[in-house]
């Protein structure tokens, strides 16, 4: 990786953003790397982020530093929704100017940042502020999660749409196999349309398979 802070988003909610987040930071600590996870919005939580914690025990290690000083969680909000709502609901605004100084502020103490966002692309951070507008300004390459439930070939395509026509690259697309399923009939066909679609619109795009986190 190029670039050292990238943004992971997703097809929705329950893509296994912070599944897949996990273990991407695993595999690149296994390669040498000092690598950070962020939760740039956590909402439904109240002072701590339940995807942190996530990320932080299956990458198996205990929170860090930076954990504790909020650094990795900058905006916490403490209704489950997005955030535009979570925001209007807790009666306060979004502090883009924090989240920016805490992610400048990772970047500058590890190799590697990689910030979740929440939800999927569209998902509103104001009333006129989508995720995507926020990953477009920041200019940061995207790391996309799908997966092969039914519905994912449409999310996904669709998304693929929108990050053209924002001119966000497209860095790697992980393909999330957890949890696993008995018929993988849908799965293992999903897989190889979407990978052969990056092929022929993004040939310049990773794709990787991210299986269940053992050991």
Known sequence: MENN????????????????????????????????????????????????????????????????????????????????????????????????????????????????????????????YLTIDYIAGKQYPLVFVTSGKLGSINHTLLSLEAIRHRGILLHTVLYNLYPTVEDTTIQEDTQQYIKRYLGKHFPKAGFMVVPEITG
């Open 5 to 128: 802070i990238y943004f992971i988003s997703g097809i929705d909610t329950d893509a296994g953003k912070s599944y897949c987040t996990a273990f991407l930071a695993r595999r690149l600590i296994c390669n040498g790397k000092r690598v950070i996870t962020q939760k740039f919005i956590q909402t439904g939580n109240t002072g701590y982020s339940e995807d942190i914690d996530l990320h932080r025990r299956l990458m198996g290690m205990p929170a860090t530093e930076e954990d504790r000083a909020g650094l990795t969680m900058p905006e916490i909000f403490s209704y489950p929704c997005s955030p535009h709502l979570a925001s209007r609901i807790d009666n306060r605004p979004i502090d883009f100017d924090k989240i920016e100084r805490a992610t400048r502020e990772l970047a500058l103490r590890y190799d590697i940042v990689l910030v979740e966002g929440a939800g999927g692309l569209m998902v509103p951070l104001t009333e006129n």
